[in-house]
């Protein structure tokens, strides 16, 4: 998508009224000129007159910013939802840890012994590692995420709505998750494993103790090699593909819905609009994942330089994936797999709303300019020529 005009087709046989609504509506009529003189860019939801230059150039501009514009975007998003959010993931992970080594009776009783015993900032144990890496992450998300549609705008071409369906938005946020996996799987693991040390929590003699991020990095590798930075890298794939298919799935729908309730005849998704489709959308990205976090999470924090206690061979696909969830269940039965669910779903609303409306905001405050590149018309003076 580097290369703008592959991703414009002229609309052959498209017949005038075929233009977007509010194209009509903001100027009163159509533009005078021919509809061959009009190309389709589904990338940017415009149609432009091949007989201005200049929009062709603006039309370049644009899609060179677009991926610098979804990385950026993605990047302050990801360090507003971490800030927002990490407090109640500490809470999270204490509580996914298998007992006795987190001995909390639930979310407020893991809140209250850690400020009691760490202080305050104990809830914020670890952030150094997803607050350094997050941008990353969440910069790789968006722009997967963007990509995937833009691919799949352009490839509906009998289509000028510039809008993603459904099914489209969640084969977009598959892709997303896919991708994602990978890069994450490090971050998730260091996060962890600095998460599940502390005064609150009872740490066995011979337990390792690390002493902030680039330690805990180093002593994995030390004692794992490199390929123990992406120990449960299977279960974050199988956690983050559903997990963004319902997150961007629901976030589509719901600014459609939230949109035309609140924002009327606006063509631009309200802040309030934005808050409420991406605290929505985090709920449902958390609620289809969750059980694979918890498979995830006790996969991660298996004891270093210790063999695998759930696969028994380096050669199982799923990493120990299905043995784990099944010990978890046979341990303490279906609620297991949920322990932690209350203060995921307490971040998940407000830590996905900052991220959007932080993803949006980026976009609108320093790209907006060169996205909506306006439709050519001819003036009133002009057109009575």
């Not at 999270?92 to 893991?110: E, H, I, T, Y």
């Not at 799935?249 to 924002?263: C, H, N």
Request: charged residues 20%.
């Amino acid at each position: 998508m580097s290369n703008s005009t592959q991703a414009c087709t002229r609309p052959h046989s498209a017949p005038s009224d075929a233009l977007p609504h509010h194209h009509a509506s903001d100027h009163g009529e159509h533009p005078e000129h021919g509809d061959h003189h009009l190309v389709w860019c589904p990338r940017h939801n415009h149609y432009y007159d091949d007989r201005k230059v200049e929009s062709f150039e603006e039309i370049d501009d644009t899609a060179e910013l677009s991926p610098l514009r979804d990385f950026i975007a993605g990047s302050c998003a990801g360090v507003s939802s971490t800030v927002v959010g990490h407090p109640f993931d500490t809470v999270k992970v204490r509580l996914q840890m298998n007992c006795p080594s987190a001995p909390f009776k639930g979310p407020m009783d893991c809140v209250m012994q850690t400020v009691q015993k760490e202080g305050f900032w104990g809830l914020y144990k670890g952030m150094v590692s997803p607050m350094t890496t997050v941008p990353l992450v969440n910069a790789v998300v968006f722009s997967a995420y963007e990509h995937a549609k833009a691919v799949l705008l352009t490839r509906r071409l009998n289509d000028t709505s510039g809008v993603l369906m459904n099914h489209e938005a969640m084969m977009a946020g598959a892709w997303a998750g896919f991708v994602n996996s990978i890069v994450v799987t490090p971050v998730e693991l260091v996060k962890c494993h600095l998460q599940a040390q502390g005064e609150a929590i009872h740490m066995a003699k011979d337990e390792i103790k690390f002493h902030g991020t680039l330690d805990c990095v180093k002593k994995i590798i030390q004692i794992d090699g490199m390929r123990g930075l992406w120990r449960g890298h299977v279960a974050t794939m199988v956690r983050e593909v559903p997990s963004y298919v319902g997150q961007f799935g629901t976030y589509e729908l719901l600014q459609r819905v939230f949109s035309a309730q609140l924002d009327g005849e606006n063509d631009k998704a309200s802040t309030a609009t934005t808050l409420l489709a991406g605290g929505f959308a985090g709920c449902v990205c958390w609620t289809v994942s969750y059980p694979q976090d918890v498979i995830k999470s006790r996969l991660q924090l298996q004891p270093l330089g210790h063999a695998p206690l759930f696969a028994k061979s380096p050669y199982i696909p799923d990493g120990g994936f299905m043995a784990c969830a099944k010990a978890i269940v046979r341990e303490q039965g279906w609620r297991g797999l949920w322990r932690g669910y209350t203060p995921c779903l307490l971040r998940a609303f407000p830590s996905n709303a900052a991220g959007f409306a932080t993803y949006e905001m980026v976009k609108s405050v320093f790209f907006m300019d060169k996205e909506n590149v306006p439709l050519p018309v001819p003036s009133k003076s002009k057109a009575g020529q």
